[in-house]
Nanobody
Framework: QVQLVESGGGLVQPGGSLRLSCAAT????????MGWYRQAPGRERELVER???????DYKNSVKGRFTISRDNARYTVLLQMNSLKPEDTAVYYC??????????????WGQGTQVTVSS
């Protein structure tokens, strides 16, 4: 059984920074794509940025130049460095990771979500 534990959310002023962390625990054989999604009230969950095991990234245009995703495979961890935060970034941020834990099948696992609020 694999779980994702998220941390790093909080309240920050516009222009500030936060660093989100997501760590996978449990019986893990391999980690695939790791990514961050967010959902604001009344809106659909959307991709923020994701990264493959080879280092390729896919991201939302509005976060380009402000957010940076990275991964630490040895610690089964994905990070999201968020700079120059704007009120429109306010949302619950969710981690999603493709995990091979047993057998030959991959499963997608979601974190519990962490609140990011950007306000004066």
């Amino acid at each position: 059984q694999v779980q994702l534990v998220e941390s790093g959310g909080g309240l920050v002023q516009p222009g500030g920074s936060l660093r989100l962390s997501c760590a996978a625990t449990g019986s893990i054989l391999s980690i695939g794509v790791m990514g961050w999604y967010r959902q604001a009230p009344g809106r659909e969950r959307e991709l923020v940025e994701r990264i493959t095991s080879g280092g390729s990234t896919d991201y939302k245009n509005s976060v380009k130049g402000r957010f940076t995703i990275s991964r630490d495979n040895a610690r089964y961890t994905v990070l999201l460095q968020m700079n120059s935060l704007k009120p429109e970034d306010t949302a619950v941020y969710y981690c999603n990771v493709g995990v091979l834990s047993s057998g030959s099948q991959w499963t997608g696992v979601w974190g519990q979500g962490t609140q990011v609020t950007v306000s004066s």
